[in-house]
């Protein structure tokens, strides 16, 4: 047998204390990285993860502002009748071409006609109704009168009259007709690849039915997608087989191709909950569906996320895991516990 000589004994001792210090050293890492990984996943869980998507889509009213003139002589109103489009904010310029006194009394109420079959019956009836304007025009003078149309007004008509006794027996009335052309609320809605409406709830806030809605699809992803109404308010939909009974309220083809959308538009006929869903196969039974309410106020949002896990000592803790693990790290890898590497090597 062989016998060892003095260098390669001092070869075999050194790899003999490499080891024992790797065996000492690697409780210390192992500790060390448990510790910095569990104080990383807590410090990173601490950080508010934010939806790209609001909660609740709200519809919005478009803005737009309108000036007519009307003209009033001693023997009526001109025009008598006139015809504005819904969701606009509306100045009437009341000009007085005659010799008396008038007034523009225009009714809040839809329908609504005024008694008006002498004067005392006719205040009765305008102090007992809610007007939208009531102005006062001298002989050869003019006022404003000024109020807005709400988006789902369309299709109604309004009385207007002069108050000065005897006036409104005498003719001196008209009506304000709200165009069918009505653009209602206008929303926006999202498809996204995960199979999903982003939001899944959306609030047409009209306070008048039947109310127009235009929802604008949005293509997060690059999927083919549908924006299918129910036509029924208050229905769970349990399969698209629905919509083969029950034609659809509103419907929508969304294109494949990212950043490109469609118009849903339609009219909400009484208030409600209204489901849609997206009919293409396979996307329904995976969760692609949401709830329109209609003059139903929403659920309130989930409160955000915290930016804690727990509270403010749970982060603190989570950072001084982390530290002491990479302090550990170091002790291992630089105070003596992890020898270098292997002699030869």
């Known amino acids: 047998m062989r016998s060892i000589g003095g260098r390669e004994a001092g070869t075999v001792a050194s790899i003999a204390r490499w080891r024992h210090g790797l065996r000492r050293a690697t409780p210390w890492l192992a500790t060390g990285l448990v510790l910095a990984l569990v104080g990383a996943v807590g410090g990173a869980r601490a950080v508010p993860f934010l939806s790209y998507a609001p909660t609740v889509g709200y519809g919005h009213t478009p803005d737009a502002n309108l000036t007519v003139s009307l003209q009033v002589s001693d023997a009526g109103f001109t025009p008598r009748f006139f015809s504005e489009p819904p969701g606009t904010n509306l100045s009437v310029h009341v000009m007085n071409v005659g010799h008396l006194t008038h007034s523009f009394v225009l009714s809040n109420d839809s329908g609504y006609r005024f008694n008006g079959s002498n004067p005392s019956k006719l205040n009765a009836s305008v102090n007992a109704h809610p007007l939208s304007a009531n102005v006062t025009v001298a002989p050869g003078t003019s006022a404003w009168a000024n109020f807005s149309i709400l988006p789902s007004e369309g299709f109604d008509s309004f009385e207007f009259l002069s108050q000065v006794p005897y006036q409104f027996q005498s003719g001196l009335w008209g009506l304000l007709n709200i165009t069918s052309t009505t ?163």
């Not at 047409?204 to 308010?233: E, R, W």
């Not at 990479?326 to 291992?332: C, F, K, Q, S, T």
């Open 183 to 345: 653009p209602g609320t206008t929303i926006y809605e999202n498809t996204t690849n995960a199979l999903s409406f982003q939001p899944s709830v959306l609030d047409d806030n009209a306070s008048h039915y039947p109310s127009n809605v235009n929802i604008y699809v949005a293509n997060l992803g690059d999927v083919n997608h549908t924006f299918t109404v129910a036509p029924q308010p208050n229905v769970t939909i349990t399969t698209v087989g629905y919509f083969h009974a029950h034609p659809a309220l509103g419907n929508a083809s969304i294109p494949g191709t990212a950043g490109k959308g469609a118009w849903a538009n339609f009219t909400v006929p009484a208030p409600g909950i209204y489901e849609f869903v997206c009919t293409v196969a396979g996307h329904f039974t995976s969760g692609m569906f949401g709830f329109l309410y209609a003059g139903v106020p929403p659920p309130p949002p989930p409160a955000p996320l915290p930016t804690g896990i727990v509270d403010s000592w749970v982060l603190a803790g989570s950072f001084a895991l982390l530290g002491i693990g990479g302090l550990l790290v170091v002790i291992a890898g630089f105070g003596g516990r992890f020898a270098g590497s292997p002699p030869g090597h």
